[in-house]
């Protein structure tokens, strides 16, 4: 019986079910969503189910990855400079999806029209106050943006027990950012249904609570994975993979503050 032996450094990728899988968890979510928001029953339980789909899909195609990196070898040089690749152009095109919303709070902002009372923010809009919770959670994000690099740097020096300590520091860190935001849309004068102000806000601040979130899930996949010794100083991609988007979501952060937090409420 013959044994095939791979003469390439490249990974051919096996058939797998989750591609499709997560691209019906995402239609899901986004159709219950539109569907609760205009009242329709049921919206909130194709909602909940697509959410729940999305987060299983999470689930099993990190544990391939997982799998084809740690154990199985697959993850050479080459492959990890197009998983470089392909990573950076994933989240240039998440800046593309907030460049959407911030072009259309600039659009509405710069010039508001008559209807809105040709003043901004909106007449009858109370504004929150951009140094109290916008201001704390801006804190404790870029303190986590910190707190992830001194994981990285641990993990290059092989300090294992340094990099389990931030990257705690950075999902709690996360937790707490986003527990504020929740707390914060309770107590929000406005709702989404208030114009396009109430619109640009939740919908921009919204999005990047929900990119926190995922962050928070990212890091924390990495936290198990360290502790399962899954990294060494030279391979450990999935790690950089969490730090640059991190990074990215602080980037975001910062400008939402600055434009629709501070700017936009004055």
Same mark, same amino acid.
């Given at each position: 019986?013959?044994?095939?032996?791979?003469?390439?450094?490249?990974?051919?990728?096996?058939?797998?079910?989750?591609?499709? *899988? +997560?691209?019906?968890?995402?239609?899901? $979510?986004?159709?219950?969503?539109?569907?609760?928001?205009?009242?329709?029953?049921?919206?909130?339980?194709?909602? +909940?189910?697509?959410?729940?789909?999305?987060?299983?899909?999470?689930?099993?195609?990190? #544990?391939?990855?997982? #799998?084809?990196?740690?154990?199985?070898?697959?993850?050479? #040089? $080459?492959?990890?400079?197009?998983?470089?690749?392909?990573?950076?152009?994933?989240?240039?095109?998440?800046?593309?999806?907030?460049?959407?919303?911030?072009?259309?709070?600039?659009?509405?902002?710069?010039?508001?029209?008559?209807?809105?009372?040709?003043?901004?923010?909106?007449?009858?809009?109370?504004?929150?106050?951009?140094?109290?919770?916008?201001?704390?959670? $801006?804190?404790?994000?870029?303190?986590?943006?910190?707190?992830? $690099?001194?994981?990285?740097?641990?993990?290059?020096?092989?300090?294992?027990?340094?990099?389990?300590?931030?990257?705690?520091?950075?999902?709690?860190?996360?937790?707490? *950012?986003?527990?504020?935001?929740?707390?914060?849309?309770?107590?929000?004068?406005?709702?989404?249904?208030?114009?396009?102000?109430?619109?640009?806000?939740?919908?921009?601040?919204?999005?990047?609570?929900?990119?926190?979130?995922?962050?928070?899930?990212?890091?924390?996949?990495?936290?198990?994975?360290?502790?399962?010794?899954?990294?060494?100083?030279?391979?450990? *991609?999935?790690?950089?993979?969490?730090?640059?988007?991190?990074?990215?979501?602080?980037?975001?952060?910062?400008?939402?503050?600055? +434009?629709?937090?501070?700017?936009?409420?004055?």
């Amino acid at each position: 019986m013959s044994i095939s032996v791979q003469k390439h450094p490249f990974h051919l990728v096996d058939p797998s079910p989750w591609p499709i *899988f +997560a691209s019906l968890a995402a239609f899901s $979510t986004t159709v219950g969503a539109v569907l609760f928001m205009h009242g329709y029953q049921g919206g909130n339980t194709l909602f +909940a189910s697509g959410f729940c789909m999305v987060l299983y899909s999470m689930y099993v195609w990190w #544990r391939d990855i997982i #799998r084809e990196a740690t154990f199985q070898g697959h993850h050479t #040089r $080459t492959v990890q400079i197009g998983l470089r690749y392909g990573m950076l152009l994933f989240i240039v095109s998440e800046i593309m999806f907030f460049v959407a919303f911030f072009w259309a709070f600039f659009h509405s902002s710069l010039a508001p029209t008559i209807e809105i009372g040709a003043v901004w923010p909106p007449k009858g809009i109370p504004v929150l106050n951009p140094w109290e919770i916008p201001f704390l959670n $801006t804190v404790i994000l870029l303190t986590s943006g910190a707190s992830v $690099t001194w994981a990285h740097h641990a993990l290059l020096a092989g300090a294992k027990q340094q990099a389990i300590y931030s990257l705690v520091v950075t999902v709690i860190l996360a937790i707490a *950012f986003t527990s504020l935001q929740v707390f914060e849309y309770i107590e929000a004068p406005f709702t989404i249904a208030d114009g396009i102000y109430g619109s640009t806000f939740f919908l921009a601040t919204g999005f990047h609570g929900f990119h926190v979130f995922v962050g928070t899930v990212f890091l924390g996949i990495c936290l198990m994975r360290v502790l399962q010794n899954h990294f060494t100083k030279h391979h450990h *991609f999935g790690f950089e993979a969490a730090a640059w988007y991190w990074h990215f979501v602080d980037v975001v952060w910062l400008f939402l503050f600055v +434009a629709i937090y501070w700017w936009g409420g004055n």
